[in-house]
């Protein structure tokens, strides 16, 4: 298992680069920063070209980031059409030369496997339905704890599903959730408790697609189940839940809390349940390892 501390520092600089206030529209580019700085911490660096499915991740990371820095200087109708056609792309990009869709013991039609096409075909749309779904909830709803809390669910999410894989076998996989989410925290922590009504908006194509890129590197190559994987992608949904009206205040602290915890719950379990089997499958192969080592 990868060092506890130097992850924790992964985490803390992250955080600290991305904390620094600045205008709204700069502000992903202070969450790029932050990813670089934990990144570099953690000495997890692309390859060039990338060779795995965690090196084109990173490479597509600044371009989901650009997109939302763009925001502002282009008009709505042309960056939303760039949004959901990036927001297209993480399946292609996370599977791009793998056996998923290369098995070579298949036959190959443009140079895919039918059951490449199937994959790509079925999972492609699933990033782009969910940053629409999010977006609607967002646009719709008059409930301000519905914005304030999602940045949180969402690095909760990246954190607990990071550690999911790295219990599966993934450990660069896994890791690559503490910068990302150490990058975002300084956001959510901002529009969650500390103004009425938040005055940075949430980069969606970085946050949301970030989460879905991490949960398909570990469907696909860690050990992450189809069961997590889609718990996970649904869980930012919590953030939509009705809440009573005993529970409204003029900030919305008190229901961008409930929505936080509950989401911490079951992110728990999860995690629970992904420990139960570790604990079953690998810490006696652990133990036996370490036991080996210490003979002379």
């Not at 990246?158 to 890791?175: A, D, E, F, N, Q």
């Amino acid at each position: 298992m990868p060092d506890a501390l130097l992850c924790l520092l992964a985490f803390l600089t992250a955080a600290v680069v991305a904390a620094p206030g600045a205008a709204p529209r700069l502000y992903p580019l202070l969450i790029l920063a932050g990813c670089v700085s934990g990144l570099l911490v953690l000495q997890i660096l692309p390859g060039l070209p990338p060779v795995s499915a965690a090196d084109r991740f990173l490479y597509l990371l600044p371009v989901l980031l650009l997109v939302d820095f763009a925001e502002t200087m282009l008009p709505q109708r042309i960056h939303r059409l760039l949004q959901y056609t990036l927001l297209l792309t993480p399946v292609p990009v996370i599977l791009y030369r793998s056996v998923w869709l290369t098995q070579p013991a298949e036959a190959t039609i443009q140079g895919l496997t039918p059951t490449g096409w199937l994959l790509l075909a079925c999972l492609t749309p699933l990033p782009l339905t969910g940053a629409v779904l999010l977006r609607r909830l967002m646009t719709i709803s008059s409930r301000p704890s519905i914005t304030s809390a999602l940045p949180l669910n969402l690095v909760c999410c990246l954190l607990c599903s990071g550690v999911v894989i790295m219990l599966g076998g993934y450990l660069k996989g896994g890791l690559l959730a503490l910068p990302l989410a150490g990058s975002m925290l300084p956001l959510a922590l901002r529009n969650g408790f500390g103004k009425s009504q938040p005055d940075r908006p949430l980069p969606l194509t970085y946050c949301w697609g970030s989460l879905c890129c991490l949960l398909l590197i570990g469907l696909f190559f860690g050990r992450l189940t189809p069961l997590q994987c889609s718990c996970f992608a649904a869980i930012p949904l919590v953030t939509a839940l009705p809440l009573p009206t005993g529970y409204a205040e003029p900030c919305g602290r008190r229901q961008t809390a409930i929505r936080t915890a509950l989401t911490a719950l079951l992110c728990s379990l999860l995690l629970y349940q992904a420990w139960s089997v570790f604990a079953v499958r690998m810490l006696p192969l652990l133990a036996v390892s370490q036991h080996l080592s210490e003979q002379p």
